[in-house]
């Protein structure tokens, strides 16, 4: 097998070697059903992105190779399974992933992984692999998964982790058992983030993030938070005439990409909308921007608004189901309609 067909997680150590503390209770419902020995073989960790599910799938997996787990269900982190799991190195773990420099995993790659779990666990216990994000699999691939989903051979456990469930065929869907993962309690979310990460604004990471708290500890650096500065202040040139889509879209395509370009752009127009339509600033994403916006809004019709909110999640689904576009070519398109709703006018 190819080394980019075969990944095992970092360190089963701290946080990674336990769910996150909003996922509690899928923990405690799966943990009972292994006590009762009536643990599914097949998985799907579901939910949108920065909720945790890769993090309960490797505190889980770590758990099931582990030789003496905790009360709770985790993994001790000492044994010798724990030890193994922790340098990558055990023998009944496999990580399925795209391989490096591709952005699907490969029928070749899910045939490997079936004869993996085929063997007999040398620990004398599970045989875990993890598929990360399973959505990646090909159609040729997903069907290569389906025999060893139907008939699973003793003592092997599947862990699959998608945001987009809905990309994934039926007939994998349906063999696995599904794992709903869902938003916490904002006052929980920030508790985790103040503590994770100390960031001086966990309220507006929270909010930037749509209240996926992994997803707003990605952006605590302030990188991701520097990027959107920098793009709120090239749309605001732009609405005002002092700069051009084609120069803008440049930048843009040498700095952030266009998949971070799309996100703070949907970001903007829908609190642009929020705005426009509400009297209150209350549910604003991009909280320390509303000045700016506020003036935006001044001239731009709702309507109009929203259909370049409808390009730019076209544009997204595209890019998330693997199309292949020109990224400037993407950038300077929206960016001309965006040009046209400052000006008040219907590019179309």
């Known amino acids: 097998m190819a080394d980019g067909e075969r990944q095992t997680q970092a360190s089963p150590g701290g946080n990674a070697a336990r769910p996150p503390p909003w996922t509690q209770e899928n923990w405690s419902n799966l943990v009972g059903r292994r006590r009762r020995e009536r643990l599914p073989h097949a998985l799907l960790l579901s939910g949108p992105a920065g909720l945790g599910k890769r993090r309960f799938a490797e505190a889980l997996a770590a758990a099931l190779l582990c030789r003496e787990p905790h009360p709770d269900g985790s993994a001790c982190g000492q044994c010798g399974g724990c030890r193994l799991f922790a340098g990558g190195s055990h023998p009944d773990f496999l990580r399925l992933v795209p391989e490096e420099g591709g952005r699907a995993i490969k029928i070749e790659q899910v045939r490997a992984h079936n004869e993996f779990l085929s063997l ?120 005002s005439g002092r700069d051009e889509p084609v120069a803008v879209a440049a930048r843009w395509h040498g700095g952030p990409g266009l998949p971070e370009a799309l996100h703070w752009l949907s970001l903007a127009l829908m609190d642009m909308i929020r705005l426009k339509l509400s009297a209150t600033d209350r549910h604003i994403m991009n909280r320390d921007q509303v000045a700016v916006m506020q003036r935006w809004v001044g001239r731009a019709a709702v309507l109009e608004i929203q259909r370049l909110l409808e390009s730019v999640e076209t544009y997204r689904r595209q890019v998330s189901g693997q199309a292949n576009l020109n990224p400037q070519l993407v950038i300077e398109d929206l960016l001309i309609d965006w040009t046209h709703l400052s000006a008040g006018t219907d590019r179309r």
Request: charged share 25%; glycine share 8%.
């Open 120 to 239: 007999t666990a040398q620990y004398r216990g599970h045989r875990v692999s993890l598929i990360d994000p399973a959505d990646a699999m090909t159609m040729g691939a997903a069907n290569s998964l389906l025999k060893t989903l139907e008939e699973p051979s003793g003592g092997a456990v599947l862990l699959l982790v998608s945001d987009r469930p809905a990309a994934l065929p039926a007939t994998i869907r349906s063999r696995c058992q599904r794992i709903e993962f869902r938003l916490p309690a904002r006052e929980q979310a920030l508790a985790w983030l103040r503590e994770e990460t100390g960031a001086a604004e966990p309220g507006l990471l929270l909010d930037l993030a749509g209240g996926a708290p992994l997803a707003a500890a990605a952006m605590a650096d302030g990188e991701r938070l520097e990027q959107r500065s920098r793009l709120f202040a090239d749309l605001d040139a732009l609405w």
